[in-house]
């Protein structure tokens, strides 16, 4: 029985399966685990409902809509969805993103820091040896240590466990790494460190616990809700939902059809959702922008971004005229 992960390519990811992930997701797909690069102008519930796992690999001058929020909230609570977020060292404010508004929704925010260890780590400070576990948490299982490469620590502001801390000798000392969270039906993980999983470089999915610590993560994701799903005949295994996809005709005349039967108040809500999430991203570009003319940010890198917020704000533009149509028209 396989079971469907959605990595978020929506929100400018750092980690992405078919580029610097393919090996964890080399390592999910030989664990009966199918990995989508999973696309859409503004994340919702019902574009959730046939995916097992959701991953934010650490988003990067990209905000998640409160719309978004929302609907990955209810989907968690009432589909038995569960969430994967990763961050990165100096945490929202060092990415330009807002992971902590969605995290906050568990009890759960991503500091603006890092963690270093001088005295135990993988080479550098900021590659720390950790091994502090602090319960007997599955995740944990056949797991001695792991390297938090270039993370950031986690605040708990709810009702939430650490399973990993930081080092006495680490700066900070003894805060919380990973934090796990249980929404009724559907599960969260926190993990400052999305390099813990990136291809080929020291102190990522290479290192030895890592490959063991990546599969328990995800073992423990799939929650009852979803495996008792499986038994009936109704569910609908995902199709991949990624950027510039080509559709056939008739693809495309069906969901037509199924755009047209949604109620009035659901599309004006997707409506409001696009066009904040839209203001976000004209921001981020404006942010961008002055950044590069003050000399701050390189050029391939501007150019990069620029092209991939651009891309975002066409990809929304075009999703708020469908609805538009839509909405005339009813």
């Not at 685990?33 to 988003?59: G, K, M, N, R, W």
């Not at 796990?180 to 290479?206: A, H, M, Q, T, W």
Request: glycine share 6%; with cysteine.
């Amino acid at each position: 029985m396989s079971y469907f992960i959605a990595f978020d390519t929506s929100h400018n990811p750092r980690g992405r399966i078919n580029d610097n992930y393919t090996q964890l997701n080399d390592l999910l797909t030989s664990n009966n685990f199918i990995c989508h690069e999973f696309f859409e102008p503004l994340i919702t519930q019902d574009s959730l409902q046939s995916y097992d796992i959701l991953v934010l690999a650490c988003p990067d001058f990209s905000q998640i809509s409160l719309q978004e929020i929302l609907e990955i909230k209810n989907w968690i609570k009432n589909d038995g969805g569960s969430l994967l977020l990763l961050s990165h060292a100096g945490g929202d404010k060092g990415r330009k993103s807002n992971l902590s508004q969605l995290s906050e929704q568990f009890g759960i925010i991503f500091e603006n820091d890092q963690v270093l260890d001088k005295k135990k780590n993988n080479g550098w400070e900021n590659l720390p040896i950790i091994s502090n576990f602090i319960n007997n948490h599955p995740i944990l299982n056949k797991i001695e240590n792991i390297c938090y490469r270039a993370g950031c620590s986690l605040t708990k502001i709810g009702e939430t466990s650490s399973i990993i801390l930081s080092n006495k000798t680490s700066e900070p000392l003894e805060v919380p790494l990973v934090c796990v969270s249980i929404l009724e039906k559907g599960k969260i993980v926190c993990c400052g460190s999305y390099e813990l999983f990136r291809d080929n470089i020291k102190g990522g999915i290479p290192f030895p616990s890592h490959h063991i610590l990546a599969i328990n993560i995800f073992n423990w994701l799939i929650s009852d809700y979803r495996i008792k799903l499986r038994s009936k005949s109704s569910f609908i295994a995902p199709k991949k939902v990624v950027e510039n996809d080509v559709v056939n005709k008739e693809q495309i005349e069906q969901e037509k059809i199924s755009e047209i039967s949604r109620s009035p108040e659901d599309l004006i809500a997707e409506f409001n959702g696009l066009n904040d999430k839209l203001r976000s991203e004209i921001n981020i570009l404006n942010f961008v922008e002055k950044k590069f003319k003050s000399g701050n940010l390189q050029n391939g890198k501007y150019q990069n971004l620029k092209y991939n917020i651009q891309n975002r704000i066409n990809n929304i533009k075009k999703r708020i005229k469908e609805i538009k149509l839509i909405l005339d028209n009813i």
